[in-house]
């Protein structure tokens, strides 16, 4: 009927479709939920970088929780800023924050009152903030803030 030669083949084959098999269906099963994604766009490092050049004997902090800058004794008023990340925050020597920094992409168009009630929010705190939609020099930066 069958030729020991035929035989090894179809048993090659098998052995090798199984293999595949084997190796492949766990990526069809298996359900990643969490990912890995950059902590700051390109954009935003480069101003991480500018404020680091502009502050050298300073901290600068970037993608900072509103919940570790502010706090309110009304619960009701933590859900407004509970979920939102300040750009950056640049502390002094004592880790006293000197300023709050929002890098404004192309996204942040028709969210002006968004932004505004943000930085309201940071300023009833007693923090100074600053938008810029460009990556100011560093004189720039150090004439805005201090």
Known sequence: MFQSSQIIFILIGCISTALLLYSCLPAFFRKQKFFARPVI???ESQMFLRLQ???PNDHVLAQVAFSALITSDHYKLR???NR????????DREMKVIAIV???DPSH???ELEDQQRDQMLKEAGYYVQRYTQIPS???LQ???R
Do not use: C, P, R, Y
Not at 84 to 91: G, M
């Open 84 to 91: 939102k990340v300040t750009d950056f925050v640049v502390l």
């Open 138 to 140: 560093v004189k720039q």
């Open 102 to 104: 929002e890098l404004d």
């Open 41 to 43: 766009t390109s954009f």
């Open 79 to 81: 859900n407004k800023f």
């Open 143 to 145: 004439m805005d803030i």
């Open 109 to 111: 168009i028709g969210k």
């Open 53 to 55: 050049q502009a502050f």
